[in-house]
C-alpha cells in the first residue's frame, strides 16, 4: 500500500528526514519508536502533505500513485488520515457540520453520492458508540475547550467517520490517561481490518501494549536505524535509546 | 507543489460578479452641484414646492459645510463638481403593471437573481427595485396595501402620502447632522418608503434592492420606515453596482421610527463594487442609518453584511428614547485587497432600562483596513441601562489590519456596559486540519469564515442568509496566506 524509498525532508534549510525506507501492507500496523526530535512527527506530516517541509529527495508510492504530487486535501480524499498529535479549534464549526463537509467532500471524488442528513446522523450514531463520544460533544464547536482526552478521542471518531485505506496516529497517546487511552486504543482496534493499515507514532511502549504491532521501527536522527516485532518495542521500554543511537552512530562513524 | 503564494496568486478574487452594466437609455443631468440642479431634480421628480425649499435649505446648510476627516480611512479628494446628481433610466411615465416596465430593466434584475415577474418572485417577500435613482418596480404592492401597509418609492410616498413624509422627513437624522446628510437631503432621488399601522405584523419581508447602473453618477437614497404602535415589520435591502474604473459616491440616509411596542428589523447584505485588487474604483459607501426606539418598548435591530465598496463610513445607530426599548447591531463587515472600511453603531441610552446589544465582526483579508468604531452612551437620566458589545476582528494573511475604536460613555451609575474584544488569525493549522480531511482551501476558509460570522448570518432573513453566506465565501476567496 505505502512504499517510502529513501525519503528527505526539511525545513526552514534544516534537514530532518534523511533517508526513510519503509514498506506498508493492507492489514498491518506499524509502529514508529524514537527519541525526541528524530524525525516522527515530520514523517507524520511529510506524508499528510504539510508544505511547511519541502521534501529534497526520495519517492513516495500510495496504492500506486505518486503520493508527493498530490495536495493535501487529494490525499485524504485518496485514504489517508492524519490523527494530530494537537488537534487545532476552529470557533464556530461544529464537529458534525466539520464532519459532513468533509464526508461528503471525499466521497464526491470517489463518486458516491453526497449523504443526506438522515443517513449522516445515522452513521455518526453508529461511529460515536465506537469511541463513547457523546452527541453534546459533536454539536459544539470543533475542539474548543475540549480536554485532552476529548480532542483525541475526537480524531478517532472523525477516523471511524471518514474510513481511510492508511490511518498515521501522531502521538494519539500523548496526555491521556489509562481509560482515555483503552478507549482510543479500542477504537482504533475496531476499525481494523485487512484492507487497511496503520502508522502509530510514539514514544511509549503503553499504547503498543493495546494497539499491537506487525512492526516496529526505530527513528533515529531522521532515519529508520532498527526494525522488528513488538518485542523490540519491549526492549526499548527497557533499555532506553541509548543503545540504539551507539549503534547507529557506530554505522554512519 | 504549490506554495500558499501560488495559490493565493492563482486565486485573485473572483471577479465581481456584478461588474457588468447595461445599456438603457437614461435621462440625466449635467455634471455639476449647484442650486439648479437641485430644481432640475426636484422637478424631474415633480415634487411639491414644499420638498424643493426643503431641498434647497438643506443645499445651503451642505455647502457651510466641511468635509469630515477623522475616520480611519484614505481616499483622493472627492470633487463634487464632478459628479451626475440624477441619472434615471428612461422609460414610461406610469407603472400601472409590470408589462410597462421595460423589459431590459426587468432583465438586469433578473440577472441579479431578482425576479421580478409574477411566476417567479420570491414568495414572501415584496421587491422595490431601484435603479440608479428611480425606482422601477415594487411588488406585492396591492395585498399589503389591503393591511393598511404602505410599501412604495419615496418619491410615490412624497405625491400619495405627503403628510407622512412632512412628519418624519429629517426627524431622525436632522438634515444638519452631518456632511453627507446635508448632501443627500439636498439631491436624494429615490428610495423606499414603508409605513406599517398600529397593531400590524407585516406579513412578509419588504425589500428594496439598489443598483447602481450609470457611469459617474452619485447614488443618494432617502429611506424612512415607520412603524406605529405595536407593529413590526422585517426590512431588507442588498445592492450592487457595475465595474468601472471612477469611483462613485453612494450617500445614503435611512430614518427608522419606532412607536410603543413596535419593532423593526432591518437588515443589509451590501455588495457594491469594491475597486479592482490594485484598489482602483469601486463604491464610496458613507452612509447615515439612524432609529429611533421612540416608544416605550419599541425595538430597532440593525444587521449587515457589508463585503463590497473601495470606502465604507457607516454607522447605524439607535437612540433608546422609550422606556425599556433595545437597539440591536449586528454585523459582519469583510475588507479584501484594497478596501477600506470605518463602521460601527452608536447606542445612545435615554429612556430607562434600556437595553442594547452590539455584535461586530470584522475580516479583514489582502491589504485592506476594517476600523470598528462604536459608541455606548448612556445619558444622564437613563436609569439602569443594560449595554452588550463584542467586537471580533479576524485577520487573514500578513498586510491586512483591524482596528477599534470603542468609546463609551456613562453618564448614570447604575448602567451595566460589557465590552469584550478577540482578535485572531486564520491560521495555516486550521486550513491544513481541514485539508488533511479531504476539505480543499477554499471551502476549508469559507467554513471557518461561515464558523466565525454565524452568530451575525443567523440574525438575516433566512431567504438572505445563504445568499449572505455564499457572498463572504467569493468575496474571500485566494485571501489565506
Redesign the interface.
Known amino acids: 500500500m505505502l512504499k517510502i524509498k529513501d525519503l528527505k525532508a526539511s525545513i526552514e534549510e534544516k534537514e530532518i528526514l534523511r533517508g526513510i525506507n519503509l514498506e506498508v501492507k493492507p492489514g498491518e500496523v506499524h509502529a514508529i519508536m524514537g527519541p525526541n526530535g528524530s524525525g516522527k512527527s515530520t514523517l507524520a506530516s511529510v506524508l499528510a502533505g504539510r508544505e511547511e517541509y519541502e521534501v529534497t529527495g526520495g519517492a513516495v508510492d500510495f496504492m500506486g500513485s505518486d503520493l508527493l504530487e498530490l495536495s493535501a486535501e487529494e490525499r485524504a480524499r485518496e485514504g489517508i488520515f492524519l490523527a494530530f498529535q494537537y488537534p487545532i479549534e476552529i470557533p464556530g464549526v461544529t464537529t458534525t457540520n466539520f464532519m459532513k463537509t468533509a464526508l461528503n467532500q471525499i466521497r464526491e471524488h470517489r463518486g458516491l453520492e453526497k449523504l443526506d442528513a438522515v443517513a449522516f446522523l445515522k452513521k455518526m450514531k453508529e461511529k460515536m458508540k465506537l469511541v463513547e463520544i457523546d452527541q453534546s460533544l459533536l454539536s459544539r464547536s470543533l475542539n474548543e475547550g475540549f480536554s485532552g482526552g476529548e480532542k483525541k478521542r475526537n480524531e478517532i471518531f472523525q477516523m471511524a467517520m471518514l474510513e481511510p485505506k492508511l490511518a498515521i496516529l501522531d502521538e494519539t497517546d500523548s496526555g491521556l490517561d489509562i481509560d482515555a487511552l483503552r478507549i482510543v486504543a479500542n477504537g482504533v482496534n475496531a476499525l481494523k481490518s485487512s484492507d487497511n493499515a496503520t502508522i502509530v507514532v510514539t514514544h511509549y511502549q503503553r499504547l503498543l501494549d493495546y494497539i499491537v504491532p506487525d512492526f516496529v521501527h526505530v527513528l533515529y536522527n531522521g532515519r529508520i536505524v532498527k526494525s522488528g516485532t513488538k518485542d523490540l518495542a519491549l526492549e526499548l521500554e527497557e533499555k532506553g535509546y541509548d543503545w540504539i543511537k551507539a549503534e547507529a552512530n557506530l554505522e554512519t562513524a | 507543489?504549490?506554495?500558499?503564494e501560488q495559490i493565493l496568486e492563482e486565486l485573485t478574487n473572483k471577479e465581481y460578479e456584478h461588474g457588468w452594466s447595461v445599456d438603457f437609455e437614461a435621462d440625466e443631468a449635467p455634471f455639476g452641484l449647484n442650486e439648479d440642479i437641485v430644481k432640475f431634480i426636484s422637478l424631474k421628480k415633480d415634487e411639491p414646492q414644499w420638498l424643493l425649499d426643503w431641498r434647497l435649505k438643506a443645499f445651503e446648510i451642505w455647502k457651510g459645510m466641511k468635509e469630515p476627516k477623522w475616520p480611519n480611512v484614505k481616499y483622493p479628494e472627492i470633487d463634487y463638481q464632478n459628479i451626475k446628481y440624477y441619472s434615471a433610466p428612461k422609460q414610461k411615465k406610469n407603472l400601472e403593471s409590470l408589462n410597462d416596465v421595460d423589459p431590459e430593466l426587468i432583465e438586469t434584475f433578473e440577472k441579479l437573481g431578482i425576479s421580478l415577474l409574477e411566476q417567479k418572485r420570491l414568495t414572501g417577500v415584496a421587491v422595490d427595485a431601484v435603479i440608479d435613482s428611480v425606482s422601477v418596480a415594487t411588488t406585492f404592492k396591492d395585498t399589503l396595501g389591503e393591511l393598511g401597509i404602505i410599501f412604495c418609492s419615496f418619491s410615490e410616498a412624497v405625491k400619495e402620502h405627503p403628510e407622512l413624509i412632512k412628519k418624519y422627513l429629517g426627524s431622525v437624522v436632522p438634515v444638519n447632522d452631518n456632511y453627507y446628510a446635508a448632501l443627500n437631503s439636498a439631491v436624494f432621488s429615490d428610495g423606499s418608503f414603508c409605513y406599517i399601522p398600529k397593531g400590524v405584523r407585516c406579513p412578509m419581508e419588504l425589500s428594496t434592492y439598489f443598483r447602481i447602473n450609470a457611469a459617474n453618477t452619485g447614488q443618494f437614497e432617502r429611506t424612512l420606515i415607520v412603524a406605529e404602535d405595536s407593529s413590526y415589520v422585517s426590512y431588507l435591502e442588498g445592492c450592487t453596482a457595475p465595474q468601472r474604473d471612477e469611483n462613485q459616491l453612494h450617500a445614503a440616509v435611512v430614518e427608522i421610527y419606532a412607536a410603543k411596542d413596535a419593532e423593526v428589523k432591518y437588515s443589509t447584505v451590501q455588495n457594491w463594487y469594491p475597486g479592482d485588487k490594485n484598489g482602483k474604483g469601486g463604491i464610496y459607501n458613507f452612509v447615515t442609518k439612524r432609529g429611533i426606539c421612540f416608544g416605550d418598548r419599541s425595538k430597532i435591530s440593525w444587521t449587515q453584511v457589508e463585503t463590497g465598496s473601495a470606502v465604507t463610513w457607516k454607522y447605524p445607530s439607535c437612540i433608546l428614547k422609550g422606556d425599556y426599548s433595545v437597539g440591536e447591531f449586528y454585523s459582519v463587515a469583510v475588507t479584501n485587497n484594497m478596501q477600506q472600511a470605518d463602521t460601527g453603531t452608536k447606542m445612545i441610552h435615554i429612556g430607562k432600562n434600556t437595553k442594547s446589544r452590539i455584535v461586530s465582526k470584522g475580516i479583514s483579508a489582502g491589504k485592506s483596513h476594517n476600523s470598528y468604531r462604536g459608541q455606548v452612551q448612556v445619558m444622564k437620566r437613563a436609569e439602569n441601562a443594560r449595554n452588550h458589545s463584542q467586537c471580533d476582528s479576524l485577520l487573514m494573511g500578513n498586510n491586512c489590519g483591524a482596528h477599534t475604536f470603542p468609546y463609551i460613555d456613562i453618564e448614570n451609575k447604575t448602567a451595566h456596559v460589557e465590552h469584550e474584544a478577540t482578535t485572531s488569525k486564520i491560521?495555516e493549522?486550521?486550513i491544513?486540519?481541514?485539508?488533511?480531511?479531504?476539505?480543499?482551501?477554499e471551502?476549508a476558509v469559507a467554513?471557518?469564515v461561515?464558523?466565525?460570522?454565524?452568530?451575525v448570518l443567523n440574525q438575516l432573513p433566512m431567504e438572505f442568509a445563504v445568499e449572505a453566506q455564499k457572498l463572504l465565501a467569493l468575496t474571500l476567496e485566494g485571501s489565506v496566506g
Open positions: 507543489m504549490r506554495s500558499d491560521g493549522d486550521q491544513f486540519y481541514c485539508m488533511q480531511r479531504g476539505i480543499d482551501e471551502s467554513l471557518i461561515n464558523g466565525y460570522a454565524k452568530e
